[in-house]
């Protein structure tokens, strides 16, 4: 009956390496936890990223936007969607925070401003007979050119206001998940390609009615 024996190997750690050897770090690191364990910051860097990819997709539209509906949209949205559980309440409360951001978009497109003797910025609502003032009794008065009559061009840029809030609403996947829950992937994609189309079509739209507005959110005449 053969007998095999079996050498025993014994390593020597020196406190200095060898010379012309580099030590490996990765050796001397802990080994990194497993893909199964739940890590906290992975999920606020899907949350930043999801934000990041809104932003860019959206970036040329907001200059149709009166200035602060989307930030303020941006800004409300994270207490109304809470920890991502999209209930009832949250999902009503998106509902009623675009609904008021789009009235927003609608309305500002129908004010108007003028430049008083006295050097202030007054606004007004443009109808049919002319401006409106904010602040009746003014004694300051009211210009009553033509330009400041209501027409179908306040209707064609309010109503593209609305498209290009809606489109970079939509966006956001925070709104897509509460308000069409299970399709997630599916606006994914739609979304990859209508905000663009919004912006090309509503481009054009600009091209063919020039605003000629100086109202709420834009610069003062």
Known sequence: MEQHQE???????NATPPEGSTPRMADALP???SSGVHQPGRKRRAVAKGVQKTISKTSMLVNFLPTGTLLTFEMILPSVYGNGECSP???LMIHVLLGLCAL???????????????GKVYYGFVTPRGLAVFKPGLEVE???????KVGLTDFVHAMMSVMVFVAIAFSDFRVTRCLFPGHEKEMDQVMES???????????????FPNTRYGIGCMAA
């Open 7 to 13: 050498g025993i190997g014994i390593k020597i750690y």
């Open 194 to 208: 209508f905000p663009l189309m919004v912006g090309v079509i509503c481009s054009g739209l600009f091209l063919v």
């Open 104 to 118: 927003s978009c609608f309305f500002f497109h129908f004010t108007d401003s003028f430049r008083g003797p006295d």
């Open 89 to 91: 309440v949250n999902t």
């Open 142 to 148: 009211v210009p009553k050119e033509e330009r400041y």
């Open 31 to 33: 080994a990194e936890p």
